[in-house]
């Protein structure tokens, strides 16, 4: 796919793009779309704001949202017959005009070619950061991020889509399942009768920041049964500020970085941002040691995949950061000594106090 190809290639004006803009649900289970627009986006690899600019559309603001194939937590399926199979994801964040939730499929062919299909919202609801695992001529979707408002918590979202007519139907399973998952791992075992499914993101409530999932979890794809691999009893702390706020270690991490790399263009934004959100200069010194504790433990590691991940070891046991806009959550993967956790979680707490100078909470689970 190429991102530079011109909109009359496919026959798309301005009127057609105004008319095939929007995204949409399906009249039927599955509805196929044949629509050059989506096609010419597709292969432009044009997200909503550029495709609206190139064609002198609507505005998001007046018209709602831009149908767009930039997505994340999109699931991209190779089949042996060499066609891909792409299933929802989302488009931006919430706070863009153009932020959508996708529930579509849309089947990318060994000579160039695309199907689109739609769905219902009550066939198949809006998904992203679900896994797809293939088994044989059918795929099984596990979990998804979805619309607030649309979340289960006690339940794993589950569908399965049928490769010889493109229908997805609702998997009913039993036994304790993860809850309302995403950005998971699902590994299907060689004898092809279950899907394990381990890391990822558990939604616990609305109004409490997603927690990470550490156990295991086990699908059996024969009567739809889920079981509980592990149940580890690692001590989780998830610290916020008091007042609710979002905080700003990303943003000062940001900062440090530009600098460290002398983008100074760059630093001096970071830092005018920083100093009108926060009110006052930040110490960089505060923040690269937030996790330098006064027990002996190795050095920091920070992940190379993931930008907000930290991690030390204390005594042989990983003590992982996790770096999130409304929280942090520490998880200690073993066994420490009540004192080191103690000295821990009071060193934290009194090194976010003094890095925002704000007071923060830490909550035990």
């Not at 190779?78 to 488009?91: A, F, K, M, N, S």
């Not at 900062?255 to 983008?263: K, P, R």
Request: with cysteine.
């Amino acid at each position: 796919m190429e991102e530079n190809i011109d909109p009359k290639e496919y026959g798309v004006t301005q009127q057609l793009f105004k008319e095939w803009r929007s995204p949409r649900f399906g009249n039927s289970n599955p509805q196929k779309i044949e629509s050059p627009v989506w096609e010419w986006l597709v292969r432009s690899k044009l997200c909503g704001y550029l495709s609206t600019q190139k064609m002198d559309g609507p505005s998001p603001f007046d018209e709602g949202p831009t149908w767009s194939f930039d997505r994340f937590g999109q699931t991209k399926t190779q089949l042996p017959d060499g066609r891909t199979v792409y299933i929802g994801g989302e488009h931006e964040d919430h706070y863009d005009p153009d932020f959508y939730i996708y529930n579509d499929v849309i089947v990318e062919h060994p000579n160039g070619e695309f199907d689109f299909y739609c769905y219902p919202k009550t066939d198949f609801p809006p998904s992203d950061f679900h896994t797809a695992t293939l088994i044989g001529s059918k795929i099984v979707l596990i979990g998804s991020l979805g619309y607030p408002q649309e979340r289960v918590e006690a339940s794993t979202q589950l569908y399965l889509l049928d490769l010889n007519d493109f229908k997805i139907s609702p998997i009913n399973s039993s036994g304790k399942s993860p809850g309302w998952i995403h950005r998971h791992e699902a590994i299907l075992d060689t004898s092809q009768t279950s899907i394990t499914v381990t890391k990822g993101f558990i939604e616990i409530g609305l109004d409490s920041p997603l927690r990470e999932n550490i156990d295991d979890w086990k699908l059996d794809i024969e009567n739809w049964t889920w079981q509980r691999l592990t149940e580890r009893k690692w001590p989780r702390w998830e610290l916020t500020r008091k007042d609710k706020a979002r905080n700003h270690i990303y943003d000062i991490r940001q900062a440090l970085w530009s600098n460290e790399v002398n983008w100074e263009e760059h630093h001096q934004q970071d830092m005018a941002r920083l100093e009108e959100s926060m009110g006052f200069s930040v110490d960089f010194n505060l923040v690269k040691a937030l996790y330098d504790f006064d027990f002996t433990h190795e050095s920091l590691v920070e992940d190379e995949e993931e930008h907000n991940v930290y991690w030390i070891y204390v005594d042989g046991v990983r003590v992982r950061f996790v770096e999130e806009r409304y929280c942090l959550n520490v998880t200690v993967e073993g066994s420490l000594g009540n004192q080191t956790l103690t000295s821990m979680r009071e060193q934290l707490i009194s090194s976010l106090n003094e890095l925002e100078i704000s007071e923060w909470t830490i909550n035990e689970y």
